[in-house]
């Protein structure tokens, strides 16, 4: 694929294109189909997979009638598997409209040790569901038709009424009927008592606290855990994390197996081993359970007066492809259990804002899969599954994660060469100075070399073609592509180049920036089967049927045919980053940069002096009053430990004034348990190490003295003088002293905590509760009024999914991953892992976004068994939220003035390097004494202006010698605001 550099945002390129690839992807996946369906035994799936690749798009596109019945044979299938069997219910009178040919045996066999003089009830098309099942689970499988999201409840206990049998009942919805899976208990593993979704995530608490504990800046550690963790859960004999690339194929990328086995890690796969349908159907179902692949498959009965086809895209029980079933018979895998992981979409301009709710949020794309493999059949119950599933869920919260690290640190790095490059264009004027020098361009961006055609002359770094050869390729661009300004390529064969069979195994993928008509700059890749190694077995050649055979080595094969003419994909970023060179490399060359008239630059930079000392004055007085006014306690102590600083709050919390405190060792204010605590954060501050979350308390005095002390959660702010070196502590505070009484009462229940709950009291903070199963128990005064929804409007529904949910709940949320992290923490609580002051938010009735944090402790009866959760928010003051919009808008104004100088900078840098250039070539020239020493002064004169352009480039001349105070002040006034946040 290649593309021409177009005016859109790299976002919509990379849009658009993906829609390209799936689209393509889709039709090829179908031609295979129905190749597989039409050969029989003589299917060749290397061969077919060549020769689709060299099959032109336009050619694919035009077989869209082999699509559409491909797709509708996937989603519209008419069998299911046989370890469960299947309802389809009409929702308004919950009467039977399909069933599975084993749903009548499984439903309504007789059992002799449930005696009854009744005949037992047929399951036929227009039975009612409720004469199958006890009245409990009627009623219970009635509740869920009240629900938006019916798969709320899952999995719901039922109970046959003939044999007593009982069954997990899964419940989804689909076009013009809810769909139920039955699946059969087995009490000895799962007791009844295990049903529903929270009781389910207590399953894989274990393995959700090991990946919250992990460090992060490591994918390969994220993946080795959690195949790890699976694989401990599961017990299956081969768990794999399989990622997809951006071209859509796949790779394995995290493997773990019992002993014996062939390692599939390193593995690289073509698209079409997951067609796109099966990917589709992975975003909707994220679990897919396979028990038995020679098991026979069960056909559903529909009624024939039904208007439509009854999906079964949701349900568990579908049965798999029968080419699916094939590929693992072949590779010795009897059962299997697949988890989706399901990520944001990587869209680098964003219009949407991050207070928006979870509907206009980026979209969703399928990252890769979880892959559970085993050589014998292997059924796993649906409570296991869907602890898999969050575990899954928690899984891509964590990608999600480190993809914006990895996107930090790549942009940070391209920036850092970009500054570096562009310093080395602007002292030497010339491109050649990013191909000769170090760093070159090949550090810009991931490459295996470059080159640079400039004034008719080629220079070439790393692998990169012959001299003749840049020159075709040159000219073939000025003839093939001469409007684009640039051109990214994986494969210069598929491109259209003529001489890329010329080129060999040498190069293949290739970027281009053109600095002009004439001048061009080249980035090139070699192809990805140079770098991809796999660590498996090789094809055996005694093996008669290998080449046939859908087997991982085939994929592995039939991968390398694919990709032998084709290199790593250009990322977007690395894109920009091209053409952000090139911008610069065309303002050098061409000399757009006309030079500033002084008289102007010392009005531009006398106005920001004045503008900036203004307004940081403004802001650093405004933050020292809302310091002084802050409605939490602020103490500072010098270098000897001396208090010298101590606002209202601390004041009116210990009973202590100001003037009385002032003056006297923070040691001798703090209670003696607090003693070392306070001594080692101290030290430690004083070394340049700011400890957080500190709990200490603190005396109180006078009227306060009988209350007993303040407890206090403290952390440290060093203080800094101009040279950067320690002087003092600044301690910021949060008052617990309330909160602590608070939640000593709802630990131990004792007294009427009801009382506590729902005291209008303004310093009782919002709480709210559920129960062991989930539902919503507890709402109170403060809760109420912080949401605008009463207490009767959500007491008695799910916690998690009617209350706060990221679509169709009370509260919403901004997205699934804010979701996925309340479900954590709850979690947490009822597993006995309290959680104190997590980032929260969520949107309020009127659509209003609040941010604050959540502390969510155990509820527990008077026996010690955990009975529920108790979650308490602690909204920012005020004060606080003030001060950030402050903060916030000083940093917009810096950012801006930073800017301005950074263009001053350049302005003035360009034509500076043409006049040392001119001076160098008059010192070749015969010139007296007198024209010497002006050279010369012109010379010291340059020098001098090089210093003062470094120091604009760093801080600016005003930041460093007219307001460094204030910015230390400002610095120190940052960190304890948004510690409070």
Not at 190 to 205: D, I, N, V
Not at 258 to 269: A, D, Q, R, V
Not at 556 to 567: G, R, Y
Not at 709 to 722: E, F, G, K, Q, T
């Amino acid at each position: 694929m290649s593309s021409s550099r177009a005016a859109s945002s790299s976002s919509s390129r990379n849009r658009q294109s993906t829609q390209e690839r799936v689209l393509a992807q889709t039709t090829l996946d179908a031609e295979l189909n129905a190749e597989f369906e039409e050969s029989s035994d003589s299917f060749d799936y290397s061969k077919l997979v060549e020769a689709q690749r060299d099959t032109p798009t336009v050619l694919q596109e035009g077989r869209s009638e082999k699509v559409i019945a491909y797709l509708q044979h996937i989603q519209r299938g008419k069998m299911i598997q046989s370890f469960g069997c299947l309802l389809a219910l009409d929702e308004k009178s919950f009467n039977v409209i399909a069933f599975s040919e084993n749903a009548p045996e499984m439903l309504t066999t007789v059992s002799h040790a449930v005696p009854s003089v009744d005949d037992p009830p047929r399951l036929d098309i227009g039975t009612n569901v409720r004469s199958l099942f006890t009245d409990q689970g009627a009623a219970a499988l009635h509740k869920a038709l009240g629900f938006a999201d019916v798969s709320l409840l899952n999995p719901i206990l039922v109970q046959c009424k003939t044999s007593g049998k009982p069954f997990y009942a899964i419940v989804h919805r689909a076009t013009g009927c809810l769909v139920v899976d039955f699946e059969p208990v087995n009490p000895t593993e799962f007791p009844a008592t295990a049903a529903g979704a929270l009781q389910s995530y207590k399953l894989a608490a274990k393995a959700i606290s090991k990946i919250q504990a992990l460090p992060g800046g490591s994918m390969e550690l994220l993946c080795n855990t959690v195949v790890k963790e699976v694989f401990d859960l599961t017990g299956y004999d081969r768990v794999m994390a399989y990622k997809f690339h951006e071209d859509n194929h796949g790779e394995v990328f995290a493997e773990i197996t019992k002993p014996g086995l062939e390692p599939y890690l390193g593995l690289h796969y073509p698209a079409t081993d997951i067609p796109q349908a099966a990917r589709f159907l992975f975003m909707k179902n994220k679990v897919r359970l396979i028990c038995d692949v020679r098991a026979r498959p069960i056909k559903v009965i529909e009624d024939e007066a039904l208007p439509f086809d009854i999906s079964l895209c949701g349900s568990a029980l579908r049965a798999a492809h029968s080419c699916h079933l094939q590929y693992m018979e072949n590779m010795n895998s009897i059962a299997s259990l697949v988890m989706a992981v399901v990520v944001n979409e990587n869209e680098e301009d964003d219009e949407v804002g991050s207070e928006q709710p979870a509907q206009q949020q980026k979209k969703k794309i399928l990252w890769g899969l979880i892959v559970c493999h085993h050589e014998s059949p292997r059924y796993v119950p649906f409570p296991l599954r869907y602890a898999c599933e969050f575990l899954a869920q928690v899984f891509a919260v964590h990608v999600n994660k480190e993809f914006e690290v990895q996107k930090q640190l790549r942009e940070k790095s391209i920036l850092r060469m970009q500054t570096i490059l562009s310093d080395m264009l602007f002292k030497e004027a010339s491109p050649l100075t990013i191909v000769s020098g170090a760093p070159n361009i090949m550090d810009l961006i991931k490459c295996d070399g470059a080159a640079l055609l400039y004034g008719g002359k080629v220079w070439r770094l790393g692998t990169a073609p012959t001299e003749s050869q840049i020159r075709d390729l040159a000219l073939w661009l000025s003839e093939v592509h001469m409007d684009s300004t640039g051109l990214s390529t994986e494969s210069l064969h598929d491109a259209g180049y003529p001489g890329a069979s010329a080129l060999g195994d040498t190069v293949c993928g290739m970027a281009v920036a053109k600095i002009n008509s004439s001048d061009i700059l080249f980035w090139f890749r070699s192809p990805t089967a140079k770098e991809i190694r796999w660590g498996g077995a090789k094809n055996d050649p005694s093996d008669m049927d290998d080449s046939r055979r859908m087997h991982p080595r085939l994929s592995f094969k039939a991968f390398l045919e694919v990709v032998k003419m084709k290199s790593l994909a250009w990322t977007d970023s690395e894109m920009d980053a091209i053409h952000s060179l090139q911008l610069i490399l065309r303002g050098a060359v061409d000399g757009v940069v006309k030079p500033t008239g002084k008289a102007s630059l010392d009005e531009q930079i006398g106005d920001l002096k004045l503008d900036g000392l203004a307004e940081l004055q403004a802001v650093t007085s405004e933050m020292v009053r809302l310091m002084e006014t802050a409605t939490v306690p602020i103490l500072a102590v010098d270098g000897n430990g001396l208090v010298n600083g101590w606002n209202q709050k601390a004041a009116e919390l210990t009973g202590l004034r100001v003037d009385d405190a002032i003056g006297r060792h923070i040691l001798t204010l703090v209670e003696e348990s607090s003693v070392s605590v306070v001594q080692r954060m101290l030290y430690l501050a004083l070394q340049g190490k700011e400890e957080k979350e500190v709990r200490f308390e603190v005396k109180t005095h006078g009227p306060k003295r009988d209350d007993g002390p303040v407890i206090l959660v403290v952390n440290a702010c060093a203080s800094r003088d101009l040279h950067d070196d320690v002087v003092g502590v600044c301690f910021v505070a949060q008052d617990m002293t309330v909160h602590k009484l608070v939640m000593d009462k709802f630990t131990r229940v004792e007294g009427d905590y009801m009382a506590i709950i729902h005291n209008p009291n303004p310093l009782i903070p919002p709480i709210f509760g559920a129960d062991e199963s989930g539902w919503c128990c507890e709402w109170n005064a403060a809760m109420t009024k912080l949401t605008g929804w009463h207490r009767e409007e959500v007491l008695d529904k799910m916690l998690l999914g009617e209350v706060f949910d990221s679509r169709n709940a009370s509260c919403l949320l901004k997205n699934k991953d804010a979701f996925v992290s309340l479900c954590v923490v709850i979690n947490s609580a009822l597993a006995g892992e309290e959680t104190e002051k997590a980032p929260f938010g969520f949107f309020d009735r009127s659509g209003k976004y609040t941010e604050c944090l959540l502390s969510v402790n155990r509820r527990q009866n008077e026996g010690g068994l955990i009975t529920g959760v108790f979650c308490f928010i602690h909204i920012p003051s005020h004060e606080l939220q003030q001060a950030l919009q402050v903060q916030q808008a000083s940093e917009q104004k810096s950012l801006k003035r930073l800017k301005a100088f950074s263009y001053m900078r350049h302005a003035i840098n360009n034509p500076l390097s043409g006049m040392l250039y001119s001076r160098k070539a008059l010192k070749n020239t015969d010139l007296n004494e007198e024209q010497m020493r002006q050279i010369h002064v012109a010379d010291n004169c340059h020098h001098q202006l090089n210093k003062i352009l470094a120091d604009l480039d760093q801080h600016n001349i005003m930041e460093k010698y007219l307001v460094a105070w204030i910015w230390r002040w400002l610095n120190l006034c940052c960190k304890m605001w948004w510690w409070l946040l």
